[in-house]
Nanobody, 124 residues
Framework: VQLQASGGGLVQAGGSLRLSCAAS????????MGWFRQAPGQEREFVAA???????KYADSVKGRFTISRDNAKNTVYLQMNSLKPEDTAVYYC???????????????????WGQGTQVTVSS
C-alpha cells in the first residue's frame, strides 16, 4: 500500500487548506483512513479518521473546523481544514488501517500504512 499526501502549505490564521491523500495497492473502499499530525518536539497526534462505512471521528481540538471525507472512486481521502490556527502548524500524515471493515480508530497502532507527510504552517 502506498499513500501520497499533498496540499500542505503556508496560510494565515483564519485561512483554509485541503489536504489530499491518494492510496494505491488495495481495495480502498474497505479500509479506514486517518490523518495525524506532528509538531516539532511533540508526539504524533490524532486529527481525524473515517472508516469504510463513512463514520468519522475528530480530535476535540479540530471539531467544527476540520472535515474528513473520502472519494472511493478516486482512492483518495481529504482533510478540509478551515479557521486554521497557528497551533495547527505541523507535518500532517495520512494513514491507512491495517485491516478491512473495522470501526473508526483514533490511535496510531491500528494504522499499518503511512504517507510521507505534508507540512502545514499557519502564521499569526
Amino acid at each position: 500500500v502506498q499513500l501520497q499526501a499533498s496540499g500542505g502549505g503556508l496560510v494565515q490564521a483564519g485561512g483554509s487548506l485541503r489536504l489530499s491523500c491518494a492510496a494505491s495497492g488495495r481495495t480502498f473502499s474497505t479500509f479506514g483512513m486517518g490523518w495525524f499530525r506532528q509538531a516539532p518536539g511533540q508526539e504524533r497526534e490524532f486529527v481525524a479518521a473515517i472508516n469504510w462505512s463513512g463514520s468519522t471521528k475528530y480530535a476535540d481540538s479540530v471539531k467544527g473546523r476540520f472535515t474528513i471525507s473520502r472519494d472511493n472512486a478516486k482512492n483518495t481521502v481529504y482533510l478540509q481544514m478551515n479557521s486554521l490556527k497557528p497551533e495547527d502548524t505541523a507535518v500532517y500524515y495520512c494513514a491507512a488501517d491495517g485491516q478491512m471493515l473495522r470501526p473508526v480508530y483514533t490511535t496510531t497502532g491500528y494504522f499499518s500504512y503511512w504517507g510521507q507527510g505534508t507540512q502545514v504552517t499557519v502564521s499569526s
